[in-house]
């Protein structure tokens, strides 16, 4: 293929979309690429189980970004969302950073365009600005402190009480740090579209058939739902929470695909997923991070591309953020 054909492909499909014969046997090409390219593959929690298994690291957002940051290996692959892996280029500008499709988006990065934002934030003179990590890195670049959903009420509580905050893009992360600090930072109206498609009428109808079951959440959820939760947390924090529990059931409202680790951590532990408001829908898989597959992490190892790009001066504004989230999680 030649490049200006691909360079067309990659802006209509997001990937390179090239017939890979039977023959080849996906997980083998795609280690044999990793050591010959002195590459480590990086892989979130909410892409399917095969994405996870052939990772080096899988974790969440916070996890993958301190991997990101010490990573020594020359390729970093990316298996998530293209926020994520902005993020790992940010902190390794020198590096080349690929993740197997460019459209591989988040609808709470989307719901923040920085123009938009920084019109917002031109409101607020002397508010300082937390960021979820969900969110562009245009978007970065005005803000003062990245947090995940990990380490949020940590960095919201670095700031003294009387700073007052902006706190973008996520209104159910931002409502729920509200109530835990007492605080009131000024909101951005975004939200996750998994997260906020839980129903709180039928998690109550799941709760009363399976009375021996805890309920555990995001915080990304609404808050009807967080409110009948056992347990809010992160997903690192879902699955620690699940391996320490006495409990043998929970129903879980995140993302489908955390449910791998956590049968792969308690394989005797019965674990249901929180039903969305349509049960047809599918709307517990995040459908952009269902965008990756072993057949186009296997191409785009091959290629290299696509490649996440960004220029020098995005990269030094949005760096500080980060790196200041970084020393403050340690
Ligand atoms: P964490 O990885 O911080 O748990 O966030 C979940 C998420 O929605 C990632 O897209
Ligand atoms: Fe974005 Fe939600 Fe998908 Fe995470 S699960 S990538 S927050 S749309």
Not at 84 to 102: F, G, H
Not at 115 to 131: L, M, N, R, T, W
Not at 256 to 273: N, R, T, V, W
């Amino acid at each position: 293929m030649k490049p200006q054909d691909i360079r067309l492909m990659l802006d209509e499909k997001g990937f390179i979309d090239e017939p890979v014969s039977s023959d080849i046997k996906l997980v083998e090409e795609i280690n044999r690429l990793k050591k010959e390219k002195n590459a480590v593959i990086l892989s979130h929690y909410y892409v399917e189980s095969d994405l996870q298994d052939i990772a080096d690291y899988v974790g969440d957002s916070l996890g993958l970004a301190q991997e990101a940051a010490k990573t020594t290996a020359d390729l970093i692959v990316f298996v998530g969302v293209h926020f994520m892996a902005e993020t790992a280029k940010i902190i390794n500008p020198s590096k080349k950073v690929i993740l197997p499709d460019l459209k591989a988006g988040c609808s709470l990065a989307d719901s923040a365009p920085a123009d938009k934002f920084a019109e917002f934030k031109a409101q607020y003179p002397d508010h300082k600005v937390i960021s979820y990590i969900n969110c562009t890195a245009e978007l970065k670049t005005l803000t003062d402190v990245v947090c995940t959903s990990a380490n949020a009420l940590k960095i919201v509580n670095s700031f003294p009480p009387e700073q007052k905050l902006i706190f973008a893009p996520d209104k159910n992360l931002g409502n729920y740090l509200n109530g835990l600090t007492g605080r009131e930072m000024v909101l951005w109206d975004g939200a996750c579209m998994v997260h906020e498609k839980y129903s709180v009428e039928k998690i109550i109808q799941l709760m009363d058939q399976h009375p021996d079951a805890e309920f555990i959440a995001h915080p990304e959820c609404e808050k009807p739902v967080l409110l009948v939760a056992g347990y809010i947390g992160s997903t690192t924090a879902l699955l620690n929470y699940v391996s320490k529990s006495d409990s043998k059931k929970f129903i879980v409202a995140t993302e489908s695909g955390i449910l791998h680790q956590m049968k792969k951590a308690c394989p005797d532990k019965i674990f249901i997923p929180a039903p969305s408001i349509d049960s047809t829908c599918g709307c517990n898989d995040c459908s952009y991070m269902k965008l990756n597959s072993l057949q186009k992490l296997y191409i785009c190892m091959k290629h290299e591309l696509p490649e996440v790009t960004l220029s020098a001066e995005v990269i030094k504004k949005a760096q500080l953020p980060i790196l200041r989230m970084l020393e403050i999680s340690k």
